[in-house]
């Protein structure tokens, strides 16, 4: 069962088009990635799916539901949550304040503090610096802070745009080992990452954007197989 549905949808930036009529689907369970050069569309389709850049045409389903002209807060409300590329924690506040306000939805306090202590297992450098505040915290710190904040929610979609940007390559591998786990605790994910080999490899499904078109689509593994995708992006 699609659990976002995304059909011929085109969005403008004033007369430039970024995204030409695009479909596809996230199928509830699986982990689904976006890839594409720089300037593909990527974070354009993120931004729309989540009511933060209006389509001209075509619509966004979600959970069966029509959000296409929904705010954002009424879609977060529904159980989708981004985690934005460049992380944008609140620099000022602590890791505490911070995650506390990825719950604000959530009224049962019983249930924010249970989800507290999950993002601390989870995220035991999050635990030792929860007093710490979150400008001071390393990118990779930053990072593990945005996406404990969105589960926090508990979404049903978590989207995560370029969550590997600037990591070493060994906190690289933690945060996709953390992806897999979210997925694996039943959260539905869609990825748009520019690592197309970290990405590919844990994904069920992934789509191929370029210059605002799907030009692919396949499993991870066909499209890691694909000789086109390694020549434009697997180095090969």
Do not use: W
Request: glycine residues 10%; negative net charge.
């Amino acid at each position: 069962m699609a659990l976002l549905e995304i059909k011929d949808l085109e969005v403008y930036y004033g007369v430039i088009c970024a995204l030409k009529g695009i479909s596809f689907e996230v199928n509830e369970g699986e982990i689904v990635t976006l890839i594409g050069a720089n300037g593909a569309g990527k974070t354009t389709t993120m931004h729309s799916v989540v009511g933060l850049l209006p389509p001209k045409n075509g619509s966004v389903f979600f959970d069966g539901v029509d959000i296409t002209k929904q705010p954002c807060h009424k879609i977060v409300r529904m159980g989708m949550t981004q985690v934005p590329e460049g992380r944008h924690v609140f620099q000022e506040l602590t890791v505490y304040e911070n995650l506390i306000l990825g719950g604000y939805l959530v009224k049962d306090q019983k249930q924010i503090k249970d989800d507290l202590e999950k993002i601390y297992t989870r995220f035991p450098r999050l635990a030792e610096r929860k007093y710490q505040i979150a400008g001071t915290l390393s990118g990779g710190e930053q990072q593990m802070l945005a996406m404990g904040r969105a589960m926090m929610s508990r979404p049903k979609l978590l989207m995560l745009d370029e969550p590997s940007m600037g990591l070493s390559p060994l906190l690289v591998d933690e945060v996709f080992e953390i992806i897999k786990e979210f997925n694996n605790d039943g959260t539905t994910i869609l990825l748009v990452e520019q690592n197309a080999g970290k990405s590919l490899a844990i994904s069920d499904r992934a789509y191929v954007l370029e210059n605002g078109l799907i030009s692919l689509s396949g499993t991870g593994k066909e499209l890691m197989a694909s000789d086109e995708v390694k020549k434009a992006y697997l180095g090969g």
